[in-house]
Every structure is written in C-alpha cells, then in structure tokens.
C-alpha cells in the first residue's frame, strides 16, 4: 500500500478528529509499529491523532503499548487491537474499517 493510499484511508476513518482522545482536531499520523521494526504504511498500523496526544504515546510507551497505539516488532497491527475514541477496542483493518475487538487491553484512557 502507498502512503498516499494509508494516509487516505486513515484520515477518512478519523473524520479529522484524534483517534486517541476524540477531541482535539488529528494532525499527525503516527505509525503503530514503528517503520524501524518493519512497520509499513497501512491503514491499519496507522492512526490520526492530534499533537498532544502523538507525544502522549512517545511519552509514554509502555501504557500506550498497554492500549494498542504502540505495536512491537514481534506483533501484527491487524492483530492486535487498539482503543479508539467513540469505539472502544477495535481490531483495524487495511481497508479503513475496523470490528470489535473480543479481547479488551484493560487500558484507560
């Protein structure tokens, strides 16, 4: 997939509002699993987030990992699911959707 296409996709699903707080107005991308541990640009490693909490998860790896906005380099990010703002824990896909997640993280927010 292009990052053109990623970016897209993820930014249609977001409707411009961040996908960690559901609040401040997504600015930023940022790359569930990290490009340096063969992370790709996919809609489903991918979340538009705002500034703020972009340097949240940075901040803070280990509970961003907790939540599924840090996936490691052994992990799928089409396995592993995320909690979204308005959604609750959602498994992502590459097409821009997403499904309930069966398993929660037990992270808040």
């Excluded at 052994?74 to 824990?89: D, T």
């Amino acid at each position: 997939m292009s990052q053109k296409t990623a970016r897209a996709l993820v930014y249609s699903r977001s409707a411009g509002v961040c996908e960690r707080c559901g609040h401040q107005h997504a600015t930023e991308w940022h790359h569930r699993k990290n490009r340096s541990q063969g992370g790709k640009w996919t809609a489903a490693n991918g979340l538009h987030v705002c500034s703020q909490c972009h340097r949240w998860i940075t901040e803070h790896p280990a509970k961003a990992a907790t939540r599924g906005y840090v996936v490691r380099s052994w992990q799928s990010p089409l396995e592993v699911p995320v909690r979204l703002a308005w959604h609750g824990y959602v498994i992502l896909d590459d097409i821009g959707g997403m499904t309930p997640a069966l398993i929660d993280l037990g992270g808040a927010a």
